[in-house]
């Protein structure tokens, strides 16, 4: 993933105002190892029902504000929706995002079973051993990155439809 700036987070919001965007807290953006995400995901220390995600759509940074479910999961496993890895249930959370532009503004959401930390990209480079007749490690990780991206844009087009 190409980096992003203070300025690209904050100017990308497609589902927050100017105010909001200038009050989100951004992570350490320096400690980011961007080669090796396909998305900047993180929650609001402050808020913890808040979160965040950015990257780059079409050529141009995007950015969503996220809201976290206060009820969850218990027991059993849960599979997020963008890196499609099952988990014990208490490590995946329903987050919303209210929609861009005119349907936001009249309230309407959409909604997803994301990974809790919003971590995807880092759990999805747990290569897996290999075995004789399969494929390498890195042609795992490299599938399961582009099947990554490719959830994240249709979620992501779901918050930007009818915008």
């Known amino acids: 993933m190409k980096p992003l700036t203070d300025a690209d987070i904050r100017e990308s919001l497609v589902n927050a105002d100017p105010a909001e965007a200038q009050r989100m807290p951004l992570p350490g953006l320096h400690e980011v190892l961007w080669a090796e995400r396909e998305y900047l995901g993180w929650r609001d220390p402050g808020s913890p029902q808040r979160g965040y995600l950015a990257y780059w759509r079409d050529g141009r940074p995007v950015g969503v504000v996220l809201r976290a479910s206060e009820v969850r999961l218990q027991t059993g496993s849960a599979i997020c929706s963008l890196c499609n890895t099952p988990q014990p249930a208490g490590q995946v959370t329903m987050f919303t995002a209210q929609r861009a532009g ?6 309407d959401s959409v909604g997803t079973y994301i990974c809790s930390d919003l971590a995807c990209s880092l759990l999805i480079r747990i290569a897996p051993p290999q075995y004789e007749m399969q494929p390498s490690p890195d042609e ?24």
Request: glycine share 10%; net charge positive.
């Open 102 to 107: 005119r349907a936001g503004e009249r309230g």
């Open 140 to 163: 795992v990780v490299a599938k399961r990155a582009s099947r990554l991206a490719e959830r994240l844009d249709v979620f992501v087009g779901r918050v930007l439809e009818d915008a």
